[in-house]
């Protein structure tokens, strides 16, 4: 087997993108060019280069020429992007090399050296030519293959002779669930000698705590490319640490190299990315890498503050064997698959609600802070009392019902809602057995839901609602029921651009424009734009 020079691939910028959509400050990158050649890095990948421009994405995840451009970019360090293959293969051009042409100029134009193109093992055959386009444009080609470790025996010898014949400059193997060992690396690489000898890249992700020791593992083993970011800022839980992984090679060959350089930009910007971004290993990430379930759904799922702890390990637990291995953010959305078709009930809320006002309690602060009013407003003017989910705060003897139609919720609380007194309203019909076995002992009301985008339809029992949002399933309720005015409280609202803030902001406005529906009016403080009274008011 050939040996070939050991190089570091730091790819912060590009991987740890997924955290602020790409969108590094100018002066934050250039200190950083600075520093990966202080450190005598040889390759940075600064980005993604795109074709994607549906929303807002930082100039790392175009990385265009002109981008480069504008950039103190050190002589001796070499500039990387990546394309995936889905976007050149699923685009709106001619052909898959009509979309390299569109995306890259010849290489005498442009900074970038090296393109690395991601692929799934499906996808490899097919970018083959576009690879080759670009290879005759100047510039050098490796192609990562995502997702290795679940690969075959015969599929991965198969690809690495396939890669071979293609003359591919390298060929890298990603770690993307964080969950190969010594023992799998090794594996895999043997398996790939065996029909391989070009240059042989690792990029590994730390789940489970593993990814430099694989990665080092790797590099004794023959692998010389080897990626890396500074802080373990990447997607998920992260990945090599740089400054480990430039120890190590020091150690290895008693090379001098600049670790001020990079413990000043740790200082000066990572750290405090890290305490925005909270990226690294955790036992959610652990487990996700233990049964094969992609990080982007964890690192979802740890940005949503809707989940809880309970919540994410429900998720984990269902996503084993509801294709956890390729990140899709529709199957987070576990709380609304249950109700896509149509799903009646047998309650009918005018039975309990018609002409009657109706307050309803979300769990904003202000319920602690005005617990005592909202219990006087009850008792004064006896309006039908639902909550949404558990409360805490009110004594339960002021609540009539409870509604609930997050499964994810349900199913973490059902213990509690087994020790409450009053109904739950629940779409019990749309919920799988396993979750309607263990709500045997409590009185449920079934009112039906359908979750239809953009869609608030009252129905007699059942309701085609925007969201699967506790709010939405009480506002279909209370209008089906017959109430004369809504109040609610415990609606403060949420900071700017809070994604919770965002969803309760659209179901408000899509209400408001409905014609002949119950008046609704908040008693505390709120953000949100609706009609506002005062609890001390009334």
Request: contains cysteine.
């Amino acid at each position: 087997m050939t040996n070939y020079k050991l190089k570091i691939l730091d790819c912060t910028l590009r991987d740890g993108g997924y955290y602020n959509n790409w969108d590094f400050s100018e002066e934050l990158i250039n200190d950083y060019l600075q520093t990966m050649s202080d450190i005598k890095i040889d390759y940075v990948e600064l980005g993604f280069r795109s074709l994607n421009k549906n929303e807002y994405r930082g100039p790392c995840y175009y990385t265009t020429d002109d981008f480069l451009n504008s950039l103190k970019i050190p002589k001796n360090l070499k500039i990387s992007v990546m394309v995936n293959a889905n976007e050149i293969l699923s685009n709106n051009f001619n052909s898959p090399i009509s979309a390299i042409k569109f995306l890259f100029k010849k290489k005498k134009y442009s900074k970038v050296n090296l393109v690395r193109i991601a692929c799934h093992l499906e996808e490899i055959k097919k970018i083959i030519e576009p690879a080759k386009f670009l290879k005759s444009q100047g510039y050098s080609v490796g192609l990562n293959l995502m997702q290795i470790a679940d690969k075959s025996e015969d599929d991965i010898k198969e690809i690495s002779e396939l890669v071979n014949d293609s003359k591919f400059d390298v060929f890298y193997f990603a770690d993307s669930m964080g969950n190969l060992n010594k023992s799998k690396t090794s594996n895999i690489i043997n398996l790939i000698r065996e029909k391989f000898n070009g240059e042989l890249g690792i990029h590994a992700h730390d789940n489970m705590g593993k990814a430099l020791d694989n990665t080092l593992l790797a590099s004794e083993s023959g692998v010389n490319w080897l990626d890396s970011t500074v802080y373990g800022m990447g997607r998920g839980p992260g990945n090599v640490k740089t400054e480990y992984l430039i120890i190590e090679i020091k150690k290895r060959f008693n090379l001098k190299i600049n670790y001020f350089s990079i413990l000043k930009l740790i200082d000066n910007y990572f750290k405090k990315l890290m305490d925005k971004y909270k990226w690294g290993s955790n036992p959610y990430y652990y487990i996700a890498g233990m049964n094969n379930v992609h990080p982007s759904f964890i690192q979802s799922m740890l940005n949503d503050n809707r989940y809880s702890s309970a919540e994410i390990l429900e998720v984990l637990e269902n996503l084993k064997t509801q294709g956890g291995k390729k990140f899709n953010k529709e199957i987070l959305e576990l709380r609304s698959q249950s109700y896509k078709t149509k799903s009646d009930g047998n309650w009918d809320p005018k039975s309990f609600i018609k002409s009657r006002n109706v307050l309803i309690l979300g769990s904003g602060p202000s319920i602690q802070k005005h617990s005592v009013a909202i219990q006087r407003f009850i008792t004064k003017k006896k309006p039908i009392v639902i909550s949404l989910n558990l409360q805490s705060l009110i004594n339960n003897k002021f609540i009539d019902m409870i509604a609930v139609c997050h499964t994810l919720r349900l199913f973490a609380d059902i213990d509690s809602y087994k020790k409450v007194k009053c109904p739950i309203i629940l779409p019990i019909n749309s919920l799988s057995k396993n979750i309607k076995r263990k709500l045997k002992g409590i009185d449920i009301r079934n009112y039906g839901i359908q979750v239809l985008s953009d869609t608030f339809k009252f129905g007699k029992k059942s309701s085609i609602i925007p969201n699967p949002l506790a709010i939405s399933y009480s506002l279909a309720i209370c209008n089906s029921g017959g109430a004369k005015k809504i109040y609610l409280a415990g609606f403060d609202g949420y900071e700017e651009n809070d994604a919770r803030g965002v969803e309760m902001d659209k179901v408000f406005s899509l209400y408001s424009n409905l014609d002949k529906v119950a008046e609704l009016i908040s008693i505390t403080q709120t953000k949100y734009k609706i009609k506002s009274s005062s609890i001390y008011a009334n």
